[in-house]
């Protein structure tokens, strides 16, 4: 499939599913070092919060990482994903010992999943392939209806303006043919939905959500993915403790590809 073709679907979720027909969500988290750094850094908070015998519901579960990582430790683990393709790549991992129900849907519906009901909920995907702020809208409060009142959800969006910067690094030419808007210097949502730090912080406060953490998510390692990925093991435990060190500095946060946020 192309670009064009993709762009011509109008269905929303149809639109969805064939893009991981193009990107291989597979491999985004777990191709190299520099990759596995949004990986590391979600778990860790995860980890941080969930309580034992913990109760995990996954929304836009991709190809599963999050999912198995917290199935292999004995978590019970719901996932909802949308795309054919990454449905297919996360039933081959699955474990039949593991407490893990996949299932295939949308976010936008979460009516078989009872309120109240999660330690942790992931809304690690849906925020960056919604478009309407009344979808937006609608999968947060579903989110927050599924979750404990005493519970967390973690939130993940696309940072707007350090796109402009990790496409230069793959194309030279990107500001004079690069696909946004070049007098408003707005990038076209598409195949994804950006947001800036403020419109991504003040849609969640606008859903009711208390904001705990706002991390620079994977920071500036797609940016140096060709440093980060040569190096050897003690450095890149160095580097993931400058990141620890730094992602949640308020002047870091612009310079990320990913921010997450922590609330309930």
């Known amino acids: 499939m192309t670009f064009e073709e993709l762009q011509a679907i109008e269905n ?14 597979n491999r985004r988290l777990n191709h190299s070092k ?3 750094v949004e990986f590391l850094t979600t778990v860790r908070y995860v980890e941080k919060y969930l309580k034992p015998n913990g109760k ?14 917290f199935a ?3 978590y019970e ?4 994903e949308l795309s054919d393709e990454n449905i297919k790549a996360f039933r081959e991992k699955i474990k039949p010992e593991w407490k893990l129900n996949l299932k295939q849907g949308n976010a936008l519906d979460l009516s078989e999943y009872s309120e109240e009901t999660y330690d942790i909920v992931l809304l690690m995907g849906p925020l ?8 937006k809208m609608k999968v947060i409060q579903e989110a927050k209806r599924v979750c404990k009142k ?17 496409e230069l690094s793959y194309d030279q030419n990107y500001f004079t043919s690069g696909d946004y808007d070049h007098e408003t210097m707005r990038l076209h949502d598409f195949p994804f939905v950006f947001a800036t730090v403020s419109e991504s912080k003040n849609l969640l406060e606008t859903a009711g959500i208390q904001i705990l953490h706002i991390i620079a998510h994977d920071g500036a390692s797609e940016l140096m993915a060709d440093r980060i990925n040569v190096m050897d093991d003690e450095n890149y435990r ?9 992602c949640e500095k308020p002047e870091m946060l612009g310079m990320s590809n990913h921010l997450l946020y922590i609330g309930r």
């Open 12 to 25: 929303e979720a149809e639109r969805v599913n064939a893009t991981y027909t193009i990107f291989d969500e």
């Open 34 to 36: 520099s990759a596995q």
């Open 56 to 69: 995990i519901l996954d929304l836009g579960a991709g190809a599963g990482e999050y999912s198995t990582f």
């Open 72 to 74: 292999e430790k004995g």
């Open 77 to 80: 683990v719901d996932s909802l």
């Open 128 to 135: 960056y392939h919604l478009k309407s702020n009344e979808d």
């Open 150 to 166: 005493d519970g967390l959800i973690f939130f993940a969006f696309i940072n707007h303006d350090m796109v402009f910067l990790t």
């Open 238 to 246: 160095q580097y993931l403790r400058y990141h620890e060190m730094i």
